[in-house]
Structure formats: structure tokens, C-alpha cells
């Protein structure tokens, strides 16, 4: 079993920048070769939405194109850490961040996929 805690939100006015941290326990993921992790999120009326993913042992990664280029995705192995630096943020990008985990072997953009799943963390973009 995975546990994962978000954490690292808050308000920041338009153009700011903010990094979201996802602490993972339970397993670890260097023990587990096929484990990649992403955030997504979701705004109000909203479906939820990939944002990025990466491969927690070969440190690949996928952004959206939404956010390709003012996001990064990254991850301290050895902490079990997951982090979301967000630079350049819009009004459009306020949400619910939530950080998720999957073992498929492969970088994934559906969230259907994803086993484990935290709680969320709100960020606000005020203009």
C-alpha cells in the first residue's frame, strides 16, 4: 500500500511562483522499478486533468502542454519525495493539485490508471 501527502499550496498573485511537495510512504519506490508518479488537478466544474508525470528510477518526465514550460516535475529518490515546481502561474491554473502513483510501467496521462491517489492541496492564482 502507498500513502501520499500533498502539501506546498496557498494563494500567489499572476505570475508568481509556488512548489508543490508529495510525501510518499508505505512502499518505496526504489524498490518497485515500474513505479511512476504525476500530478493532476482539478478546478471547480471541472473534470480532473494530468498535469505531469515522471518515472521515479529513470527520472523521465511528461507535462502537459498547458503547462510545458513554466512546470517541472521532479522527485528526491531518496527522501520519497515528488515535487511540482510551478513558475509563471496563470489565473487558469487554480485548482485542487493532487500527486498520484501507479505501477504500470510506463509514463501514464489517464487517470484511471493511477492506484493510489493523496488528499489534495488548493492553489489560488489571484489576477
Known amino acids: 500500500q502507498v500513502r501520499l501527502v500533498e502539501s506546498g499550496g496557498g494563494l500567489v498573485q499572476a505570475g508568481g511562483s509556488l512548489r508543490l511537495s508529495c510525501t510518499a510512504s508505505?512502499?518505496?519506490?526504489?524498490?518497485?522499478?515500474?513505479?511512476?508518479l504525476a500530478w493532476f488537478r482539478q478546478a471547480p466544474g471541472k473534470e480532473r486533468e494530468f498535469v505531469s508525470a515522471?518515472?521515479?528510477?529513470?527520472?523521465?518526465?511528461y507535462h502537459s502542454d498547458s503547462v510545458k514550460g513554466r512546470f517541472a516535475i521532479s522527485r528526491d529518490n531518496a527522501k520519497n519525495i515528488l515535487y511540482l515546481q510551478m513558475n509563471g502561474l496563470k489565473p487558469e491554473d487554480t485548482a485542487v493539485y493532487s500527486c498520484?502513483?501507479?505501477?504500470?510501467?510506463?509514463?501514464?496521462?489517464?487517470?484511471?490508471?493511477?492506484?493510489?491517489w493523496g488528499q489534495g492541496t488548493q492553489v489560488t492564482v489571484s489576477s
Open positions: 515522471i518515472s521515479w528510477i529513470t527520472g523521465s518526465t
Open positions: 498520484a502513483a501507479t505501477n504500470k510501467g510506463r509514463l501514464t496521462t489517464v487517470r484511471e490508471e493511477y492506484d493510489y
Open positions: 508505505g512502499r518505496t519506490f526504489g524498490t518497485f522499478s515500474r513505479y511512476s
